[in-house]
Every structure is written in C-alpha cells, then in structure tokens.
Nanobody, 123 residues
Framework: QVQLVESGGGLVQAGGSLRLSCAAS????????MGWFRQDPGKEHEFVAS????????AYADSVRGRFTISRDNAKNTVYLQMNSLKPEDTAVYYC????????????????WGQGTQVTVSS
C-alpha cells in the first residue's frame, strides 16, 4: 500500500523559510513524478512543484519559482520542498502526491496523496 507522509509545516513570519518533507513507501517510485500542491479552504488544489523521481526533472508554478526548491533523496525515498522568502499568500495546507507520468501539473493526474501539512505565514 502506497503511503505518503508529509512533515515540516508550521508558523513562520513573512520572509522566513520552511522545509517540507514527504516520506514515500509501499512501491517503487522510479517511474513516478512526485508533486507538491497546496490548498486553501474551499478552493481546488494548486500545483506548486514537481520532480521526476528518475532523472530529477523539475517544474514549478510561476508563483513560487525562484523561492521554492523541490528535491529528492533516493536513498531515503523522501521528497523535499524548501520554501524561502515566504509570503502570507503562501499560507495553505501543502500536500505531497505521486503520479505515473511526466510533467504532471493537474491534481487529477496524481494517484496517491498524503494527509497534508499546514503552512501559515504571518505578515
């Protein structure tokens, strides 16, 4: 059974940094894309960043490019999202997801999801 477990969320002041982690288990992810999404209450999942497990190809939303960095540790089966220069509008629940395919940006293209971790940025 596939499990994705996020951690690292919290409360931070604007301009600060957080690093989110997503520990993956239950299958071989080498042919998968790992993505980070965020969601405000009542809104749909918003794509943040993705990384191809094999090859490390990355993609970012325009709103976070240059501030966020996605990476992975193959040995630990863990994906990270380093978030710098955080803004109040980055406040959301952040989700890790995995999907079979390349260049996935739509939430519906992802098969497995974590439980989410809250990120709150105060002004």
């Amino acid at each position: 059974q596939v499990q994705l477990v996020e951690s690292g969320g919290g409360l931070v002041q604007a301009g600060g940094s957080l690093r989110l982690s997503c520990a993956a288990s239950g299958r071989t992810f080498s042919s998968y894309t790992m993505g980070w999404f965020r969601q405000d209450p009542g809104k749909e999942h918003e794509f943040v960043a993705s990384i191809r497990w094999s090859g490390g190809f990355t993609a970012y939303a325009d709103s976070v490019r240059g501030r966020f960095t996605i990476s992975r540790d193959n040995a630990k089966n863990t994906v990270y999202l380093q978030m710098n220069s955080l803004k109040p509008e980055d406040t959301a629940v952040y989700y890790c997801a995995s999907g079979r395919g390349f260049g996935l940006r739509a939430a519906k293209e992802y098969d497995y999801w974590g439980q989410g971790t809250q990120v709150t940025v105060s002004s």
